[in-house]
């Protein structure tokens, strides 16, 4: 019986001295903190394990120390402490204080993970996604997020939302979409926002509705989604879901253009050369144009080359033009092509040359749903013009330099420029 008296005790104030020690942790009193868990970490007390991997981890009463906190975090992870296991992955993962190993990170990432840890269930499926430390598999990773999803976890009901619409690791299903992308919108998820709105934008997975688009992308535009700013500019400028008002589409498209998206620095450049919500200026239209062209996009290539042509906001340069319609022309872009084909037609900023000509004319009649009506029959009567200006064996080289052509692969995502999984 004093025994016993005496373990509890022991016990009691052992219970004391540790209720002391987190009631420290939580007034600041770090390094009183820190003095106070140690005994019981190094007796193998879990969460006091885990809290001192946390104080290294983050320098509270001790100095930042990414090794000591892996440390510390890997003896609670052994015992089972699920936030340990993956603070522990977590560091395997960026190679903080462990040397960066995706197979460990997911070994930890599992443990935790198979507890109903959510952040640690998403980045296993993050792994799963990207083949990090595991094979790549999007069965899995649908498994994971969807895991994660059902807890409330943002990014993975946006993750799992693109799984849906784009049918990886599950049967494409632009409700299910929809539905997911809602979830993580309603909790300010921004991306998630701009895509629920371009949901509503085409109609998929739910009617169209140009207001509901409206109100989703203004909600990723405030947070200051490039995507959703330019969205939402575009909406302003077509008068869908909103009253046209060209001031505030250059409003939108001008803080997408500020942050570097292509598709709103072609924009906020069209909307000064033709004098849309701004007076018309062409060197300001030059610039956007030009930074956008810088970026890939084809679109901005072609605007720029007009302008060299023309000489609008820049002095006149034939070379110039030839040189950013030619860059155009080599992704595809059907205008482009045409422009280039009638520059070699006619010795514009290049030696005339009826074979080129041919060719990138060729091209462009080829691309019956790119071009408008009247310009692909323009683009077929000039190539049947140059056509019988060639010999046969100049026929035969045109068609060919045609047939081999491959578009190159531009740097800019396109007029969607849809956001990628977390």
Not at 284 to 296: C, D, I, L, S, T
Request: a neutral charge; hydrophobic letters at 40%; glycine letters at 10%.
């Amino acid at each position: 019986m004093v025994l016993l008296l005496t373990a509890t005790a022991v016990l009691s104030a052992a219970a004391q001295t540790y209720r002391e020690a987190l009631e420290a942790y939580e007034q600041g009193a770090y390094a009183i903190a820190h003095r106070g868990f140690r005994p019981f970490a190094e007796q193998g007390h879990a969460i006091a394990q885990f809290n001192l991997g946390h104080m290294y981890d983050n320098g509270e009463g001790v100095p930042r120390d990414d090794s000591e906190a892996a440390k510390w975090y890997r003896r609670a992870a052994e015992q089972g402490h699920a936030i340990a296991q993956f603070n522990l992955g977590h560091m395997y993962d960026n190679g903080e204080g462990v040397p960066r190993d995706d197979s460990e990170a997911v070994k930890w990432y599992r443990r935790a993970a198979g507890q109903g840890h959510a952040k640690a269930q998403f980045n296993l499926g993050h792994m799963y996604d990207n083949g990090e430390g595991v094979p790549r598999d999007d069965s899995e990773a649908v498994k994971w997020y969807r895991r994660a999803a059902g807890q409330g976890h943002a990014k993975a009901q946006f993750n799992l939302g693109l799984m849906y619409e784009f049918g990886e690791g599950v049967p494409r299903d632009d409700s299910e979409a929809v539905k997911w992308y809602r979830r993580a919108a309603e909790q300010g998820h921004a991306k998630a926002q701009f895509n629920l709105g371009f949901m509503y934008a085409n109609g998929k997975g739910v009617p169209r509705d140009d207001s509901e688009a409206v109100k989703w992308y203004r909600r990723a535009a405030e947070q200051g989604l490039a995507i959703a700013q330019s969205g939402l500019g575009l909406m302003y400028e077509f008068g869908e879901g909103v009253p046209r008002d060209d001031s505030e589409a250059v409003k939108w498209y001008r803080r997408a253009a500020e942050q570097g998206l292509a598709i709103a620095q072609l924009s906020l450049g069209f909307m000064y050369a033709n004098g849309k919500g701004v007076p018309r200026d062409d060197s300001e239209a030059v610039k956007w144009y030009r930074r956008a062209a810088e970026q890939g996009n084809a679109s901005a290539q072609l605007s720029l080359g007009y302008m060299y042509a023309k000489g609008d906001g820049v002095p006149r340069d034939d070379s110039e033009a030839v040189k950013w319609s030619r860059r155009a022309a080599e992704q595809g872009h059907a205008r482009a092509q045409l422009k280039l084909g009638l520059m070699y037609e006619s010795g514009e900023g290049v030696p005339r040359d009826f074979v080129h000509a041919y060719k990138w004319l060729n091209l462009a009649a080829a691309q019956a749903s790119a071009l408008h009506q009247i310009f692909r029959d323009f683009a077929i009567r000039k190539r049947d013009l140059v056509e019988s200006r060639l010999t046969r064996s100049d026929l035969a080289l045109a068609q060919r330099l045609a047939r081999e052509w491959r578009p190159v692969t531009s740097e800019d995502p396109g007029i969607a420029g849809r956001p990628t999984r977390e």
